[in-house]
């Protein structure tokens, strides 16, 4: 399994490559590797779909114009998700309203138990209301590890601060967490 994560690895650092030799294609095949996994990052900071757009598209206008400056130092990912949570914490920082949080539409699960479904999508939406409560830096934080599946080394990399203040953040996000969601876990059988 190791072999297949570093052979994705390198083969996104010969794309980011390619790109910065002007390879359109390689950086569409980057692009609809990465707008999809970048929208999900991002739609629980923002919860705003145009925003989530513009944001996406400028992170990888970014890696259009800069791929020559990507040095191999870290995973592309990595460096990837550091551009798109700067453009976000840009973006959020310069909105004078707070942003609306729609409610998610809920994958359909097993069609046969509606009241499956239902428990389910409730705590989704209880999940995500309690993720949007988090300060920015925690939220992202909790995002990247559970949602994204990074360690703290990489976490601390894209959001250019210590391991030990990832840790931090997601030990703090975890505790309000679990008392947002105490009432929600319950009620489950």
Not at 15 to 40: K, S, T, W
Request: net charge neutral; glycine share 4%; charged share 25%.
């Amino acid at each position: 399994m190791d072999g297949k994560i570093e052979g994705a690895a390198a083969n996104e650092a010969s794309l980011v490559g390619r790109i910065a030799a002007g390879d359109r294609r390689a950086f569409e095949m980057l692009y609809r590797a990465y707008f999809p996994r970048l929208a999900r990052f991002l739609q629980r900071m923002t919860r705003s779909v145009p925003l989530i757009e513009e944001i996406v598209n400028d992170t990888l206008l970014v890696v259009w114009q800069k791929a020559a400056t990507f040095d191999g130092s870290c995973k592309v990912s990595t460096w990837v998700f550091a551009i798109a949570y700067r453009k976000a914490c840009k973006a959020l920082h310069a909105l004078d309203e707070p942003l609306d949080a729609p409610a998610d539409e809920c994958a359909a699960g097993d069609a046969g138990r509606p009241d499956w479904r239902f428990e389910q999508q409730r705590l989704a939406h209880a999940v995500d209301a309690a993720v949007a409560t988090l300060p920015l830096a925690q939220r992202a934080a909790f995002q990247l590890t559970f949602y994204h599946d990074m360690g703290y080394a990489e976490i601390a990399e894209i959001m250019e601060c210590p391991v030990n203040t990832v840790k931090t953040r997601l030990f703090h996000a975890r505790r309000r967490l679990a008392t947002l969601l105490e009432d929600q876990l319950e009620i489950r059988p």
